[in-house]
């Protein structure tokens, strides 16, 4: 079974799509710090949002997830960027965004959510528009960069949904 997997979907031109969820797993830990392949997006798509739930927690203490084409000038740094990667080693706790609750970190929140934390400078991560058809890659690493140390886990499970939308323009 891949170790990242998920899809598709088709709808309404214009009208949000969820995708996903994609399976990432700790199995194919050296394969998911060099990025791996979820989602090919064509030119003019709009990337609306992105999240993560986390079902087994990664034992390990530091293991972080990305996503992006990780091709711009902020590569290695992913969407979420060092600020706000996505943590793996707690599982979430909650069925509303992410547990545990009460802690003063952010967990794993989704991408809409991180241009308001301080990190993020308050610029907007999405929505953003592609403008190449770079495929988008996810990325499980030490320190949540592409090309990071890989992580030494033997057990964790987490799923990664994101948000598009065609424009009608685009048909």
Do not use: C
């Not at 999405?126 to 988008?136: E, I, K, M, R, S």
């Amino acid at each position: 079974m891949p170790y990242v997997s998920g899809g598709g979907g088709g709808a309404t031109l214009g009208a949000p799509v969820v995708r996903g969820p994609h399976t990432v797993g700790f199995a194919d830990a050296a394969a998911l710090a060099n990025g791996v392949t979820f989602y090919t997006p064509q030119v003019g798509e709009v990337l609306l949002d992105a999240w993560v739930t986390v079902q087994t927690a990664f034992n390990i203490s530091s293991a972080f997830l990305d996503i992006s084409q990780f091709t711009g000038s902020g590569s290695p740094n992913g969407l979420w960027g060092w600020w706000a990667a996505v943590a793996l080693t707690t599982a979430d706790t909650v069925n509303l965004g992410g547990g545990p609750g009460g802690s003063a970190m952010l967990h794993n929140v989704s991408l809409a959510t991180v241009a308001v934390s301080s990190g993020a400078g308050g610029g907007r991560v999405v929505p953003a528009v592609f403008t190449t058809t770079d495929p988008l890659q996810v990325v499980v690493s030490q320190d949540s960069t592409k090309g990071g140390a890989a992580v030494a886990s033997n057990q964790g499970a987490a799923s990664l949904y994101i948000v598009t939308a065609t424009p009608a323009a685009l048909a």
